[in-house]
T-cell receptor, first 113, second 115 residues
């Protein structure tokens, strides 16, 4: 069974530029999550989808971050414009149900200069 | 709201020592408790997962225990090796309360095992 796929693995941009991350969850998993992990901290949930609907986006900075999950499968997370403090690892995870084990992708390491 | 705390924040030990990493959580309505390993700049590797009905799980030199009543979990590493050096994270998945459906992470313990 293929795991959660993410791309790109690394990205370096200048502040005020835009960037997008892509995630393909495990086949058949209805729930998809995006986490932000700043150096030295544990991952923090940004947004949670159930199929193609948003369940929780309470910690998503909506003035600059956006996410979508078209057709309830792949998802993209966008930052526009990026700030220095957005430098972090962005992790995508999926689970078959909302209350079930989450499986994580390899992450995208973003550096904002 | 679920809060997860890990102690110690960092640990440095000589090779061969047995060690214990601690994790505490404030809300006992958890579905499962998971321990992850993370190498610098990398993603998360799941080590052990304990369901709420279980007391412990073992994998090789690793043993994790869960005590819901006291809100604690421990990760025991036997005969540590330099290759065990990494950050270890625990995370609780809530099945109730205001954190329903959320996976809450601790801040991690940075482990260094020197030869």
């Amino acid at each position: 069974e293929a795991g959660v796929a993410q791309s790109p693995r690394y990205k370096i941009i200048e502040k005020r530029q835009s960037v997008a991350f892509w995630c393909n969850p495990i086949s058949g998993h209805a729930t998809l999550y995006w986490y932000q992990q700043i150096l030295g901290q544990g991952p923090k949930l940004l947004i949670q989808f159930q199929n193609n609907g948003v369940v929780d986006d309470s910690q998503l900075p909506k003035d600059r971050f956006s996410a979508e999950r078209l057709k309830g499968v792949d998802s993209t997370l966008k930052i526009q414009p990026a700030k220095l403090e957005d430098s972090a690892v962005y992790l995508c995870a999926s689970s078959s149900l909302r209350i079930d084990t989450q499986y994580f992708g390899p992450g995208t390491r973003l550096t904002v200069l | 709201k679920q809060e997860v705390t890990q102690i110690p924040a960092a640990l440095s030990v000589p090779e061969g020592e047995n060690l214990v990493l601690n994790c505490s959580f404030t809300d006992s309505a958890i579905y499962n408790l998971q321990w992850f390993r993370q190498d610098p700049g990398k993603g998360l590797t799941s080590l052990l997962l304990i369901q709420s009905s279980q007391r412990e799980q073992t994998s090789g030199r690793l043993n994790a225990s869960l005590d819901k009543s006291s809100g604690r979990s421990t990760l025991y590493i036997a005969a540590s090796q330099p290759g065990d050096s990494a950050t270890y994270l625990c995370a609780g998945l809530n099945a109730g309360g205001t954190s329903y459906g959320k996976l809450t992470f601790g801040q991690g313990t940075i482990l260094t095992v020197h030869p």
